[in-house]
């Protein structure tokens, strides 16, 4: 197999790098060129690429997974606009450093005329008064802000800090973003190990791209620790191969979230999966959610769910299914309770779908709420309402009632709506099917009387 062999480079001038930072932060970007990846937002000709070049920017807001470039971002569009960099972090940071910030910022504006960004990471980690004692200096035009957040914005930060920002979001890296990355970090002398010899194989520089899900950190600290453990042979070459790859990144961490955006989203695409018959799609965000610790109990409680919604009376054995599948798990919990939560999955993805039953609720429950309430019939009434009823002068032949079971078929054709309304239209998909043949015969029998 191949190998990518890397030379000493020449020196180069001591620009005053910190050696002792990590290699993540070393080869951090400090252009837009360099920056990796987001190119639906930094491409050129892009909105964000356009507002940082033409330096007109006011307040954004970066929002996606760890490992993605949003506080490099942030840096390098302070480098771009030639403005003053400061952060601060959602979870260490008070109102009182917000405030110093703010003031060396206008300090700055007054005597050198220099714009701040100050970059806040973690943004939703800010309490309200927090996020509301940047709002008059963001339209003063005081600092320049930018939010970092792993969480939607929308949802975990203030609606008036939303309103006055851009919100751009930034996706996990590409297996080849990261390999640009790592073979970048492998030949710069000034701040990577391009002052080193080494030899590499190719399959071992994927492999850390394709183990570190999209996070360009992990990547890189994954390369830093197999370059740095492995010693040199007797020519002074150090050798990365796929063994000592496996070695520094280990076990895959699935990128998830267990109270925002990817519990949600990849329990979506489950149920979606289902929904579209798709058992292929369903199995790989079942073993995603097992994955990343997700509780078995949510997803057996989504089957459930689903039994009903999706495939309904088109196959009603799916709710049993999807009810013994929840038993089981608790009766045997993991690992082994994984089993019978693919059972589930893989039958209700394959099984015929309907929501008729669920769609007739949803109308019959909004013609509850946006219409007259109906009277109960007076032949439906319990006995000693009919007696009231007789007692009070009403027809007693109108409060007979008929009993289904005495009739042929178990079937006698009777109002059970003071007025005719339709909402159960059964579909002819799965045994469903069989349903709609009874249901239809009893209508027309229900017309026939009404004509009579």
Known sequence: ?????????????????????????????RTLDEVAGQRHILAEGKLLRRAIEAD?????????????????????????TGSRFESLNGVESNVAEIRTKIEAARTYTKLRDQSTVLFIDEIHRFNKAQQDVLLPHIERGTVRFIGATTHNPYFYVNSPLVSRSQVFQLEPLETDDILILLHRALGDSERGFGALTTEVEPDALRHLADKAD???????????????????????TVHLTLAVAEESIQH????????????????????????????????????????????????????????????????SNALRIALSAQQAFDFIGMPEGRIPLAHATVYLATAPKSNSAYAALGAAMEDVQSNRTLAVPTHLRTKFRKKLAAESGAD?????????????????PQAYLPEGRTYYTPTENGLEKRIKERLDHWRRQQELKGDD
């Open 252 to 315: 895959k961490a699935v990128l998830y979230d267990s109270d925002g955006d990817q519990h949600y989203d990849t329990i979506s695409a489950f149920i979606k999966s289902i929904r579209g018959s798709d058992p292929d799609a369903a199995l790989y965000w079942l073993a995603k959610m097992l994955q990343a610790g997700e509780d078995p109990r949510f997803i057996a409680r989504r089957l459930v769910i689903s039994a009903s919604e999706d495939i309904g009376l088109a196959d």
């Open 56 to 80: 007109r920017f006011t307040s954004l807001i970066f929002y996606g997974p760890p490992g993605t470039g949003k506080t490099t971002l942030a840096a390098v569009i302070a480098n771009t």
């Open 214 to 236: 999209g996070d360009a950190r992990k990547a890189i600290t994954a390369l830093e620790l197999a370059i740095v453990t492995t010693p040199p042979d007797e020519a002074g």
């Open 1 to 29: 197999m191949d190998s990518l062999f890397h030379e000493p480079a020449e020196p180069t001038a001591d620009r005053g790098i910190d050696q002792s930072q990590p290699l993540a932060a070393r080869m951090r970007p």
């Open 396 to 412: 007693v032949a109108a409060m007979q009632y008929l009993y289904s079971h005495d009739y042929e078929g178990n079937f006698t």
